[in-house]
């Protein structure tokens, strides 16, 4: 899914109780990164050019993803406020792929998220020996709200209706986000942030892949 605007701790904090949000980091508005440097409008959805002839400016003026501009406005994990290149971004954050791509890769990241989650869980949970699908569900089940029910997520996982979920359920919530939290970590993507001029680099930013 794609997430910008956000900081990285939000990110994940949303997600977890609502959505995963609270990230360190985040992608700003306004056209408050320019500086010195003098721009000019152009046609191509009225953004700022820079030197090289990229576009500059925030996603929140862009009508869609593909009216974003060449660099997007961004805050690097340092601190730094620079741009993001929108082909890092959509690469980062598997806009660029097609469905059936798309699909092939969010089974992919979900089976690779649940493989680390289920060793978390067998590592710091000594009552039982995990398995693979209940990872799945309890990774369901702490990105997802609490009004979710537990059986609609055992359906959609194909999970049996045993009692896996009240394994996962015996996990304390905080424990069991907080290993998400440390999947998410594991499994974030690090894209360049770049000075106006989309060369000079001076950080990076997150992109999370649960």
Do not use: W
């Amino acid at each position: 899914m794609r997430i910008i605007n956000i900081t990285r701790s939000n990110h994940f904090v949303l997600t977890i109780v609502a959505v995963l949000a609270a990230f360190c980091l985040t992608l700003c508005g306004g056209f408050a990164f320019a500086g010195d440097k003098e721009g000019r409008m152009v046609d191509r959805g009225e953004f700022l050019v820079n030197e090289a002839g990229q576009t500059y400016g925030t996603a929140f003026d862009a009508e869609s993803s593909e009216a974003e501009p060449d660099l997007i406005e961004a805050v690097a994990t340092n601190g730094q406020e620079g741009y993001v290149l929108k082909v890092d971004l959509d690469k980062a954050s598997h806009a660029d792929e097609g469905v059936d791509e798309l699909l092939i890769s969010q089974e992919e990241r979900r089976e690779m998220a649940s493989g680390l989650l289920l060793e978390k869980m067998n590592d710091r949970d000594e009552r039982f020996d995990y398995s693979i699908e209940e990872a799945e569900l309890a990774l369901a089940y702490g990105l997802c709200s609490e009004s979710v029910p537990s059986a609609k997520m055992q359906d959609a996982l194909g999970v049996s209706a045993d009692d896996s979920m009240a394994r996962v359920r015996a996990i304390e919530k905080d424990t069991l986000v907080e290993m998400i939290y440390e999947v998410d970590e594991a499994m974030t993507v690090y894209i360049p942030v770049y000075e106006i001029d989309g060369v000079t680099r001076i950080g990076e930013f997150p992109v999370s892949q649960l």
